[in-house]
Nanobody, 124 residues
């Protein structure tokens, strides 16, 4: 089965940090891009960050710039999302997906191989 396995979520206080992992199962991360998305309670899934396979160029949405860092380890077939200075509004289920296109050429609907997601809760 071709999909991602997300992990690393949990409960953290505002201002805290978490590192999420996204490991590909059944395929290798060569070509295209890997994106992190999240779905807050009662809301639609939204993009958070994306990394290109070829040159590891990172992309971020404005509301996480300066706080989140995306990276990849091709030897482990894994993409990471380091999340610092977390806010209550970052509470969501976080997912990753793969696109055969680059980050700037991909909309959410072209990403595939979604995992089950990992819950991030930011609360005091």
């Amino acid at each position: 089965q071709v999909q991602f396995v997300e992990s690393g979520g949990g409960l953290v206080q505002p201002g805290g940090s978490l590192r999420l992992s996204c490991t590909a199962s059944g395929f290798t991360l060569d070509g295209g891009a890997v994106g992190w998305f999240r779905q807050p309670p009662g809301k639609e899934r939204e993009g958070v960050s994306c990394i290109d396979a070829d040159d590891a160029t990172p992309h971020y949405v404005n509301f996480v710039k300066g706080r989140f860092t995306i990276s990849r380890d091709n030897t482990k077939n894994t993409v990471y999302l380091q999340m610092n200075s977390l806010k209550p509004e970052d509470t969501a289920v976080y997912y990753c997906g793969h696109s055969h296109r680059g980050c700037t050429e991909s909309t959410q609907d072209v990403f595939r191989s979604w995992g089950q997601g990992t819950q991030v809760t930011v609360s005091s």
